[in-house]
Antibody, heavy 124, light 109 residues
Framework: EVQLVESGGGLVQPGGSLRLSCAAS????????MHWVRQAPGKGLVWVAR??????????????RYADSVKGRFTISRDNAKNTLHLQMNSLRVEDTAVYYC???????????WGQGTLVTVSS | QSVLTQPPSASGTPGQRVTISCSGS????????VFWYQQLPGTAPKLLIY???QRPSGVPDRFSGSKSGTSASLAISGLRSEDEAVYYC??????????FGGGTKLTVL
């Protein structure tokens, strides 16, 4: 059974940092592209970042993509040995407050599996 | 303001057929597959339709998707109370990454 379990959310002050993790199980983690998608309280879904599967490189030589709103502040990474996806979030802003979902991508099918989400609150 | 436009709300009575639209530009919806997600209250989204009209296993055939030009639609036939949820469309937006519609809240009257 495929499972995605996020952790690491919490309350942080503006300008602070937080690292989210997503523990994956039930599938060959290294073979799948993975994403983070967020949802501010009472709002819609917003894509945040993507990381390619092991060995997959985009035409521009990169393996990650980011939404403009988080570029330069957030870093997506993966540890295939530990079947874990990470999102390092720096220089956090109030508008980054949201539930962050870990999402699996099956050959350009976004979200065949979603985690339960972890809440990040940026407030002073 | 979302790149993909959905009506904020829709409604129907049990047994009815309802459709939810999703519109965008020719460079986005017109060139890429459309996906639909269902988000029940207090839960994570669930993939409902992928690649315009394909249903993942386990999704009832009451749910169907279609795309024509720069618009896509989700149709729900034989409406049930448990279909009350927020429905999102999404597609690959190229340099924008993945883009979602603003969501449509479906109320079963």
């Amino acid at each position: 059974e495929v499972q995605l379990v996020e952790s690491g959310g919490g309350l942080v002050q503006p300008g602070g940092s937080l690292r989210l993790s997503c523990a994956a199980s039930g599938f060959t983690f290294s073979s799948y592209w993975m994403h983070w998608v967020r949802q501010a309280p009472g709002k819609g879904l917003v894509w945040v970042a993507r990381i390619n599967s092991d060995g997959a490189i985009d035409r521009d030589g990169t393996t990650t993509r980011y939404a403009d709103s988080v570029k330069g502040r957030f870093t997506i990474s993966r540890d295939n040995a530990k079947n874990t996806l990470h999102l390092q979030m720096n220089s956090l802003r109030v508008e980054d407050t949201a539930v962050y979902y870990c999402v699996r991508d099956r050959e350009w099918v976004l979200g065949d599996y979603w985690g339960q989400g972890t809440l990040v609150t940026v407030s002073s | 303001q979302s790149v993909l436009t959905q009506p904020p709300s829709a409604s129907g009575t049990p047994g009815q057929r309802v459709t939810i639209s999703c519109s965008g530009s020719s460079s986005i919806i017109g060139s890429n597959y459309v996906f639909w997600y269902q988000q029940l209250p207090g839960t994570a989204p669930k993939l409902l339709i992928y690649k315009n009209n394909q249903r993942p296993s386990g999704v009832p055939d009451r749910f169907s998707g279609s795309k024509s030009g720069t618009s896509a639609s989700l149709a729900i036939s034989g409406l049930r109370s448990e279909d009350e949820a927020v429905y999102y469309c999404a597609t690959w937006g190229g340099s924008l990454g993945w883009v979602f519609g603003g969501g449509t809240k479906l109320t079963v009257l």
